[in-house]
T-cell receptor
Framework: AQKITQTQPGMFVQEKEAVTLDCTYDTSDQSYGLFWYKQPSSGEMIFLIYQGSYDEQNATEGRYSLNFQKARKSANLVISASQLGDSAMYFC??????????????FGSGTRLQVQP | DGGITQSPKYLFRKEGQNVTLSCEQNLNHDAMYWYRQDPGQGLRLIYYSQIVNDFQKGDIAEGYSVSREKKESFPLTVTSAQKNPTAFYLCACITLAGAMETQYFGPGTRLLVL
């Protein structure tokens, strides 16, 4: 069963506008972490933002914020004031309970964001 | 400069050939991971290692092998048993960003079959 679902294969946004990238997840763990990564055409995976399952406040990092709705199991990324350099693939990922020792990430299929001038 | 390096950037494999992808880190972290990314898709876990001389299979380990003889190094061998090796391979290790543990990635290796 897919654990991370990103339903938007592609998104367009005008420069300087805000955009929301959707992510829903499925887990039975009480303790988990949610991550967003940016992947430009060069291929590198750039960490953007993290939300822990017990964090009461939504995470923010500069122009990035994470809209965490635990009951809905959603962790949407909001990018404010879009810039041309934001054009890239964006991946949502989850790390489930640390007790397994694995601590690996499960990734969604990604959303390609294109910022238009 | 602390970080993760991967080499080579591009690698070509002939039919029946084993090839090894390098991953080195100087972040002094124990846990290291190998992921595979196919075009237009997310990453999938191949192997991981939590400590030197120990490693575990991930979700798609068939046709791959790894070793962890040193803390800094976690090479991945793509064997001839891997029938569809063309992909982008990313190495990662866990590190701390503030009070939070997360995975940071190397620049990746693109493997192509001749």
């Amino acid at each position: 069963a897919q654990k991370i679902t990103q339903t938007q294969p592609g998104m367009f946004v005008q420069e300087k506008e805000a955009v929301t990238l959707d992510c829903t997840y499925d887990t039975s763990d009480q303790s988990y972490g949610l991550f967003w990564y940016k992947q430009p055409s060069s291929g590198e995976m750039i960490f953007l933002i993290y939300q822990g399952s017990y964090d009461e406040q939504n995470a923010t990092e500069g122009r990035y914020s994470l809209n965490f709705q635990k009951a809905r199991k959603s962790a949407n990324l909001v990018i404010s004031a879009s810039q041309l350099g934001d054009s890239a693939m964006y991946f949502c990922a989850m790390r489930e309970g640390k007790d397994t020792g694995r601590r690996a990430l499960t990734f969604g299929s990604g959303t390609r964001l294109q910022v238009q001038p | 400069d602390g970080g993760i390096t991967q080499s080579p950037k591009y690698l070509f494999r002939k039919e029946g050939q084993n090839v090894t992808l390098s991953c080195e880190q100087n972040l002094n972290h124990d846990a290291m991971y190998w992921y595979r990314q196919d075009p237009g898709q997310g990453l999938r876990l191949i192997y991981y290692s939590q400590i030197v001389n120990d490693f575990q299979k991930g979700d798609i380990a068939e046709g791959y092998s790894v070793s962890r003889e040193k803390k800094e190094s976690f090479p991945l061998t793509v064997t001839s048993a891997q029938k569809n090796p063309t992909a982008f391979y990313l190495c990662a290790c866990i590190t701390l960003a503030g009070a939070m543990e997360t995975q940071y990635f190397g620049p990746g290796t693109r493997l192509l079959v001749l």
